[in-house]
């Protein structure tokens, strides 16, 4: 069994930073790639940034030059450092890790940015 804990969300001004954190436990065999993806009421989840195994590094256009995923490999962590935030970035951000055996959701962190 596979948990995936996030944290870091939480209530922010427009042009504010928050860093987000997602740790992975449990019965991890091969990851192949973490990633985050987020959101808004009444919308499609989105992919907002991705980083595999070798260190390779995607990011959705809004994403770019503002958040940068990162990830530490001893701990099965991954991050998302989020700068410049604007209040269209609101909405629960999900952690996503991908496997061998298959893919994982963690239960997701709010992010709300306030005008």
């Known amino acids: 069994q596979v948990q995936l804990v996030e944290s870091g969300g939480g209530l922010v001004q427009a042009g504010g930073s928050l860093r987000l954190s997602c740790a992975a436990s449990?019965?991890?065999?091969?990851?192949?790639?973490m990633g985050w993806y987020r959101q808004a009421p009444g919308q499609e989840r989105e992919r907002v940034a991705r980083?595999?195994?070798?260190?390779?590094?995607h990011y959705a256009g809004f994403a770019k030059g503002r958040f940068t995923i990162s990830r530490d490999n001893a701990k099965n962590t991954v991050y998302l450092q989020m700068n410049s935030l604007k209040p269209e970035d609101t909405g629960a951000y999900y952690c996503?890790?991908?496997?061998?055996?298959?893919?994982?959701w963690g239960q997701g962190t709010q992010v709300t940015v306030s005008s």
């Open positions: 980083i595999n195994s070798g260190g390779t590094t």
């Open positions: 449990g019965s991890i065999f091969s990851i192949n790639a």
């Open positions: 996503k890790l991908e496997t061998n055996r298959g893919y994982y």
